[in-house]
């Protein structure tokens, strides 16, 4: 009976090739078969920015289903869980491309927590945040000092409540919300702090230096938003 395969969780980082890891090329490398996460309309981000280290690899489509609801979403994970395990069982090793880092709001956990329930092994490599790779692009950090850092999506909880804590703070997954959120900044006063950037490292990136020129056709799923407090607002270098 063949020994059964590894599963690698590889994190490819926000967008632009140049910022996977050597760690995550090299787990791509290794593997034998590569599980891509599909969130429908045919876009696969993952594999896109890691195509040039896929190569002609076969490919393991795993359905990501971007809905609230949670049902649907635990049953896509099972699925794809099921669907690597049996690869594994054929003693072949399986890298499984995550966005970003996949220790921040991935996909992948519940995957990786089926079949390390399941008695495979399993293991993790990290990558750069959208968040970072946002922070950069803009021309300024996202803390220093004694400065705190908030890190939430949008659509998580009172983004009221959140505004009230006294810390930088980063949107992710905006969308649809965006607009919300320049609304609710702009009546606190904070909207002169606070810089866009969708699709990060993405052929079609959008930056915003003021979310307050953001319009709702500019705003992307992958669209994150950094708010900083009047006390450590930077000057931005982005153009």
Known sequence: MAEKGVLTGVSVGPGDPDLMTLAAVKA??????????????????????????????????????????????????????????????????????????IGVYASYAPVHEHVIAAGYEAVIVPGVTSFSATAARLGTVLCEGDERLLITPVMAGDVDEILDVKANKVFMKSWREVLDLRDKLEARGQLEHA????????????????????????????SVVIVKEEHASRGNSAS
């Open 28 to 101: 791509i490398q290794a593997a034998d078969v590569i599980a891509t996460p599909n969130i429908g309309h045919k876009r696969q981000t993952a594999l896109s920015i890691a195509q040039e280290y896929v190569g002609d690899k076969e490919l393991l489509d795993c359905s990501t289903p971007m809905t609230r609801d949670e049902s649907v979403r635990n049953a896509a994970y099972a699925e794809n869980a099921r669907k690597i395990c049996e690869v594994l069982d054929t003693g072949r090793n399986v890298a499984y491309l995550c966005l970003g880092d």
């Open 195 to 222: 810089s866009m950037v969708a699709n990060c490292g993405l052929p079609d990136e959008k930056v915003f230096p003021r979310l307050a020129d953001v319009t709702a056709d500019d705003a992307d799923y992958f």
